[in-house]
């Protein structure tokens, strides 16, 4: 049988037993088979739909163009109707021709003749109600790789470059590879400060526990770490904090996610955190990951994906597992997370997938949480002539297809509109934004309901 490891989302007390009980598990039906889109876009189950809501090229609000190459997104609640979208776009030095188009006032970096770097962001405000864009502008500009990101409790987007481009290089003036804040309630475009205390590395996704203020952030490398910064004042960043990487209390000299050359960690195995302090984050030689490691931080198979959600952190290892096709790790964090008692009582990671199986789980990247507990993933596959697929995780950890994207192409920036009745989503290149709406309240696991939205 082909399929993805399983440990369950119950209580971690039950992860060794559940793991060992379940073994694998094949694909799960889920909402049914996909339907052909007749556009040749995304192929969706019985009964959804979708709405394109913003195409690369649309002239926005602010006389500028929408650029290329959408990737990770967040959602916010603007009033009861109205909703805003912050979509990064991820764009290197080279793209500028798949930038934005027109004048632009405030950028972090330019060439040398004056024109902005084309990575940024932008911002859609969405009506609910009538299913209209009401407003589209340019965010964030002048950075590069704009990859993911996170939402952030008072109203902003953190996003993150996915890059370490140094001053002087590819033609830029400035270091790159640093987090930037997007205000939603900015009407145009932002000044770009980035948050130099969160450090300087391939960043990928960031998400915030509310009830501590910390920021836990994932590495897009092949021998990544995972980040969390403390802030000295939460909810205020640029005010500065500390940057640490988690390592195993098991393996005090480095431990090894990923399961490459021998299986590390199995399937419904914990891991106690041992989280330490970094230094030199501004990282000069691009080799701060590396300094990590040396200092007993453990390694995992490209960070990408994170999601926090139900007092824990959903963190997706794109090439990680003996199969290099994907791991899906749990963060639980301490009652004392980042204070001296964690010592006593650590926070505790779990692997809670990991496909063998590419037609299960193929190079998950971008995740989110649905409203009713299931993981979406947008996959992210290099596997030649293979459509990437968007899938669902049930809460014992079995995989369903939930669409399939058409023309080569990635779905990216998955996320639910606060009353779960809506997923956004983007399709990577050439640029588009939908709104997909279903019957999601159908049950998705064949013999008993799993879930009621």
Not at 96 to 107: N, Q, T
Not at 245 to 271: C, M, T, Y
Request: net charge negative.
């Amino acid at each position: 049988m082909g399929g993805a490891s399983i440990a369950a989302f119950a209580g971690l007390s039950r992860f060794a037993s559940v793991a060992a009980a379940t073994g694998y598990h094949n694909q799960v039906p889920g909402y049914g088979p996909l339907r052909d889109d007749p556009a040749g876009l995304i192929d969706l189950p019985s009964g959804f739909s979708y709405q394109v809501i913003s195409s690369v090229g649309d002239r926005m609000d602010d006389g500028l163009t929408v650029p290329c190459c959408h990737d990770g997104m967040g959602c916010f609640a603007l009033d009861g109707d109205r909703v805003a979208l912050v979509r990064n776009h991820e764009l290197l030095p080279k793209e500028r021709d798949r930038g934005a188009k027109g004048p632009i006032a405030l950028a972090y970096d330019r060439f040398e003749d004056g024109g902005a770097l084309p990575g940024g962001t932008s911002t859609i405000i969405y009506n609910m109600r009538s299913g209209r864009v009401e407003r589209q502008h340019l965010s964030l500009a002048g950075t590069i790789r704009n990859c993911s990101g996170g939402v952030m409790p008072w109203g902003s987007w953190l996003s993150c470059e996915e890059i370490l481009t140094r001053a002087g290089e590819d033609g830029v003036s400035k270091d790159h590879g640093l987090a930037f804040e997007v205000p939603i309630s900015a009407t145009g475009l932002v000044e770009a400060v980035p948050i130099r205390a969160m450090g300087r590395f391939n960043h990928e996704g960031a998400v915030i526990d509310p009830r501590t203020g910390i920021i836990y952030m994932t590495e897009d490398e092949k021998d990544s770490l995972f980040y969390r910064f403390l802030p000295d004042s939460p909810g205020s960043l640029h005010k500065g904090g500390r940057l640490q990487a988690l390592g195993f209390r098991e393996q005090p000299k480095g431990g090894d996610s990923r399961n490459w050359k021998q299986h590390d960690i199995a399937v419904g195995d914990l891991r106690h955190a041992v989280w330490s302090d970094l230094d030199g984050i501004d990282n000069p030689h691009n080799d701060l990951k590396n300094r990590g490691y040396a200092k007993g931080a453990a390694l995992f198979g490209r960070g990408e994906g994170i999601y926090f959600g139900d007092g824990q952190v959903h963190i997706m290892c794109t090439s990680g597992g003996a199969a290099g096709l994907g791991q899906i790790f749990r963060y639980v964090p301490s009652r004392f997370e980042g204070q001296s008692g964690e010592k006593g009582e650590p926070g505790r990671l779990s692997l809670f997938v990991e496909s063998d199986d590419r037609q299960v789980l193929n190079y998950g990247d971008n995740i989110t949480v649905a409203p009713w507990g299931h993981l979406i993933v947008c996959e992210d596959n290099k596997t030649p002539f293979a459509d990437n697929m968007l899938r669902g995780v049930t809460k014992d950890g079995r995989v369903y297809a939930l669409g399939r994207v058409r023309g080569g192409t990635e779905p990216t920036g998955a996320c639910f509109s606060p009353d779960g009745r809506t997923l956004f989503l983007n399709i990577y290149a050439p640029g588009k934004t939908l709104a997909v709406t279903g019957p999601w309240a159908r049950v998705v696991q064949a013999g008993s309901p799993d879930f009621a939205a």
